[in-house]
């Protein structure tokens, strides 16, 4: 079972992006000894849920955990939503949305000192706000791309392309070795990205290895 | 929960005991606020639509001109349809079809330095103007 973390701030296209990877990580062919390829934590922090009903209607597997911030309340909860997933599914994928306001970093962390299991994370970064969040909340915007392998700029649809130079600019501040990938989740994601996203995911696991 | 709270001047709600908005639960996860609402109302799906898109509107502007952060608000309408009422006084059981479709309406807004209360209030309103719009 392979873990992607998605993470990034409210708003910024996790449950957009979520979507189309996991569609296409269905769609792959690819030899695995469980019939399930894709299952998905959400983790959310409104009392209603709202991204884990338009996942299921989407047609995939969804655990849906409630509120606590995901590297600290709420650490028992995700390691068990984890392990039963791990033994009643056995996905080859796992994919983990975090909430806008989590670290996930830590979210890394602790499914590593609990399970012995390594995540790759994902970041999203929502390229029309970055620079008002960071003026407004730097310290977690900037938090959320610590220990991420892929930053995924999003919504560059809504950015000039002198803007997105800015942003990628101010990002390389916070993390200088993660891949920054520009993207727009609201179109459809070009093949050729998420192929990118999923072999940079895989590389790293094989180095892991 | 929020259970205890001097109502803003601008809020003409009527509240149970212990001074809550009725389905409108708030919490705090670390500095974001989460206020969370829903509200089932019997009407046209489209028309709903619409007017709670207008409405999510109006309350981002609203959020903003208070110097608040809009961290994510989002709104899920779901649609049964048709719906049945089935009833009976102890004679025969009568089975009636309404017309129009029974939308659930849920709303959930994440939002940094917003004052509670009167976010509350707002998406009370919210529910209230929408409700009213279909009446
Ligand atoms: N213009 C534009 N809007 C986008 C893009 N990607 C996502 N959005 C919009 O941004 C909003 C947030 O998208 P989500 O995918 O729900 O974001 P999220 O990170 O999952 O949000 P939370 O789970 O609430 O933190 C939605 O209104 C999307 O339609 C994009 O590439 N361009
Ligand atoms: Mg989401």
Redesign the interface.
Known sequence: MKILILGG???SGKTSVLLQLAEYLDSLEKEYHSEIKVAIVENE????G?DD??LKKAGFNVSNLF?G?ACCSLTGELVASIKKIQTELDPQWLIIEA???AYPGSIRKVILAELGLDATILTVADAKRWQRLVN??ELLVSGQLEDTSIVLLNKVDLVSSAELKQVEHSILNYNQTAAIIPISAKAVIPEAILKKIVNQAEALDDNKA | MITKHNHAESCNHHYHSGHHHHGI?S?L????L?C???RDIIGDLETIKQNLADEIEILAKWIQEMSG????V???V?CDSPVTMISTTGEDVTVKEIAGSSIHV?V?A?V?NTNVQSLECRIATLFDTLQKQTD
């Open positions: 701030f409210l708003g922090i409104g009392a209603i709202i009903k338009v509120s911030c909430t806008g306001v407004a909340m | 639960e919490h996860h670390d500095d974001a989460v969370s609402g829903k952060i809009i961290g994510h989002k709104a899920l779901q849920s959930v994440i940094f």
